[in-house]
């Protein structure tokens, strides 16, 4: 076995990264109206070329821009896809866990207002600005985005305007189109490496999640097969050359979680019939649930296990990490395998409670036992 030349990376990461303080100061100052426009970008460019050299030094393959334009990591994106808008009349709220008490994540509920379309590449300067100040490193500069799944797993049925899709099969067909766009352009300017950020697929696997799923009048049984259709749609125009992964976490923001359950409910298909070249999943603790769907992951396909929790500052122990890849090559080929955190650090721009330095000690765990597993 060896270290891999192409993504995913033996040792390889989720996207984001925490916000250092001043990038966070001038975010509040840019929605106070204190600061410009050209300002932030000023301070955010800073920050991203910092965040590169950073990721450079603990030895990884991948570099990302952590983010650091973003808000959020799904509504950014969602909400320039032309047809979505916001209303700040109604709120989307998800309740999250942790073990000292709930948390809620609120923002303006989404409504598709008109026929999807794509305006413009989304976050196509993101890329090019990572891909120009990454030039040179021997990293591969890695393009985060929602899945499409998460248009229609965060709105429900009750934000598509029966006026504009009395037809439910035009919308999906619409979202692949956007997506399908969307990925063509990327790939026109340069991206090699994009990764599908999606909840829902985990999320399917709690029986709470796919109650709440009923009673919106979605189908829970099938929704993950409809999901897996969307984003092979959207990878319809996808280049040569060009790898892609999904990342599917079950939720994180401040450091709580959302859904709970191993990927048993739809890893047959999920592993089956989704065209992605990786699978970006959590393993970090009894939550998580087991290795076994593992099993269905066939020749040629990679996994990455995300073994080092992003949640609390709390270094893994090397050793307990190898045992636990020994554990998951009982049921697919340890070539098969990658290692990585369970999520972001940081996927909304408050971050996950652990410090700057605590991140850097996990990245570099995380390259350390890839060496040693894989060289």
Not at 129 to 149: H, R, V, W
Not at 228 to 253: D, E, W, Y
């Amino acid at each position: 076995m060896a270290l891999r030349d192409t993504p995913p990376f033996r040792a390889d990461h989720v996207g984001s990264l925490l916000r250092p303080p001043e990038l966070r100061s001038a975010r509040e100052d840019h929605k106070a109206g204190r600061i410009t426009d050209e300002r932030l970008r000023e301070i955010e460019d800073a920050a991203i070329t910092e965040a590169i050299e950073m990721q450079r030094t603990a030895g990884l393959r991948t570099v990302t821009d952590g983010e650091f334009r973003r808000a959020f990591w799904h509504m950014d994106f969602i909400y320039q896809i032309g047809g979505i808008g916001s209303n700040a009349d109604e709120r989307l709220q998800v309740k999250f866990h942790r073990a000292n008490g709930d948390i809620e994540f609120n923002v303006a509920a989404l409504k598709v207002t008109e026929k999807l379309h794509l305006k413009e590449t989304i976050f196509g300067d993101h890329f090019t600005f990572l891909k120009e100040k990454a030039a040179g490193t021997g990293m591969t500069p890695k393009l985060t985005i929602p899945s499409p799944n998460m248009v229609h797993y965060r709105g429900g049925p009750a934000s598509i305007s029966p006026d504009v899709y009395p037809d439910i099969e035009e919308f999906w067909s619409d979202l692949a189109a956007v997506y399908a766009d969307e990925v063509a352009r990327l790939g026109e300017l340069g991206c090699t490496y994009l990764q599908f950020d999606d909840t829902s697929l985990a999320y399917l696997n709690d029986p709470d999640q796919r109650a709440m799923l009923k009673e919106r009048g979605d189908d829970p049984d099938h929704l993950h097969l409809r999901y897996i259709k969307q984003i092979n749609g959207a990878l319809k125009n996808r280049p040569a050359g060009m790898s892609v992964t999904t990342h599917m976490c079950r939720g994180n923001f401040q450091s709580a979680w959302t859904a709970a359950g191993g990927y048993d409910f739809v890893a047959e298909a999920l592993f089956g019939e989704l065209e992605v070249d990786g699978f970006f999943c959590e393993w970090d603790d009894e939550r998580s649930g087991g290795f076994e769907p593992l099993r269905f992951v066939p020749k040629g396909k990679h996994v990455v296990l995300g073994l080092v929790t992003t949640k609390t500052g709390e270094l893994e122990s090397k050793d307990d990490l190898k045992r636990r890849i020994d554990e998951a090559a009982q049921y697919v080929d340890v070539d098969q395998l990658c290692l990585s955190p369970q999520c972001g650090f940081s996927s909304t721009e408050e971050g996950n409670e652990l410090t700057r330095d605590d991140q850097m000690r996990k990245l570099e765990l995380i390259v350390e036992t890839a060496q040693e597993v894989w060289n």
